[in-house]
């Protein structure tokens, strides 16, 4: 992120006598030390132009005439928009005081209606010098002034779309997501999206619990993204999370195809088809999934489970045998991963009573014991 400059030349046309003020000769030498600075970017003459003026305001009538604050506006509003590294020596709170002057005193003159042009210049200056103090604390990590200068800047130029970027960007460091949704959402309500706005804009939508928002977004971000595969795991995990499998399964091809080599999304994938009771595909998944990581239990358990629903659906019984025995060797290795695990146990407690195996129903119920005893024991 950049601050970004407003087009100087401006000048020449706010300063040329015949179109912006009836000038006295008192605010041509003002003027002329703004048009040498123009012309020779020398930032003495700015300093040359804030004393003219400085001296041409010394009375209540003085501070009252819209000629003159208006080019004391001009003035020092250059000089923060120009003066980075405070060349001139002004003091710490110029800023400060220079928008209080602009909002308190330049903005609600009756006559600044007068002067359209010269007030947004000086507002675009005020916006950029509140952006460029901003970025000074967000890189020492203080959001909360970096917070605070965006929002300033926002106020003199609210169109300038990247401030949202800034805002958004603080507020969420500053753990105030629903504002930094709300500036996120402001980011991707035109053209010109960038990628990351989409997929953080739907991030913390979800964060706060707008899933439907979230969703629009997304669905938005692959229209104008097509093939983003950032985009496309995003709405697989709102699906997922949801539980809503039947939406979640046209995208799972491409989820597969994308991701084939991340067990956690292969099981994603084939829990999807599981809940459909598609077990053929998802039987295959799962073995995907386990061969790509073989220590992990939610694929192993669900593979094991997988195979006990089967058993009660198939109809011949040497089907129904294969199954309880792929069911009790899975469920044995979920065990084995996770030996805590009391579903696990449980489902092979079903087994072992249902086939009448005795010696492996006792170990079972032995191991269900003791993770009883000891929970007992804990409370």
Not at 44 to 73: C, Q
Not at 134 to 150: I, Q, V, W
């Amino acid at each position: 992120m950049h601050c970004r400059k407003v087009i100087l030349t401006i000048l020449i046309a706010l300063f040329a006598a015949p179109l912006a003020f009836g000038q006295s000769e008192a605010l041509k030498t003002v003027a002329n030390s703004l048009g040498f600075f123009q012309q020779t970017k020398d930032i003495n003459w700015l300093g040359r132009a804030k004393k003219s003026i400085d001296s041409l305001i010394t009375s209540r009538r003085d501070s009252n005439n819209i000629e003159k604050i208006t080019y004391r506006g001009l003035v020092y509003a250059t000089i923060l928009q120009v003066d980075t590294t405070n060349k001139l020596n002004q003091p710490g709170d110029f800023f400060n005081t220079t928008a209080e002057f602009v909002d308190n005193k330049l903005s609600k003159h009756p006559k600044i209606n007068r002067y359209p042009d010269e007030l947004k210049f000086i507002r675009q200056c005020l916006a950029n010098a509140a952006i460029r103090v901003g970025f000074s604390y967000m890189n020492r990590s203080d959001f909360t002034n970096a917070e605070k200068y965006f929002s300033r800047a926002h106020f003199y130029d609210p169109s300038y779309k990247p401030l949202n970027a800034y805002l958004a960007y603080s507020n969420t460091k500053l753990g105030n997501l629903q504002q930094a949704a709300n500036f996120y959402n402001s980011l991707i309500d035109g053209n010109n999206i960038k990628p990351e706005y989409i997929q953080t804009a739907a991030n913390i939508n979800m964060a706060v619990g707008d899933t439907a928002r979230a969703l629009d977004i997304i669905k938005r971000g692959k229209t104008l993204l097509p093939g983003d595969k950032y985009l496309l795991m995003d709405e697989a995990n709102i699906y997922n999370n949801k539980k809503d499998y039947k939406a979640l399964e046209p995208l799972v091809p491409k989820l597969i195809a994308e991701y084939k080599n991340n067990p956690d999304v292969i099981f994603v994938a084939a829990n999807c088809y599981d809940q459909l009771s598609k077990y053929d595909k998802a039987e295959e998944l799962y073995l995907q999934a386990i061969e790509l990581n073989s220590v992990a239990f939610d694929p192993v358990f669900n593979l094991g489970l997988l195979y006990y629903k089967k058993s009660a659906i198939d109809k011949k019984d040497d089907d129904v045998l294969k199954d309880i025995y792929y069911a009790s060797k899975w469920l044995q290795k979920a065990a084995e991963i996770l030996p805590t695990d009391v579903k696990s146990l449980q489902l092979l407690q079903q087994i072992y009573q249902h086939t009448g195996n005795t010696r492996q129903l006792n170990k079972v119920n032995n191991k269900l014991k003791q993770l009883t005893d000891k929970v007992s024991y804990e409370n």
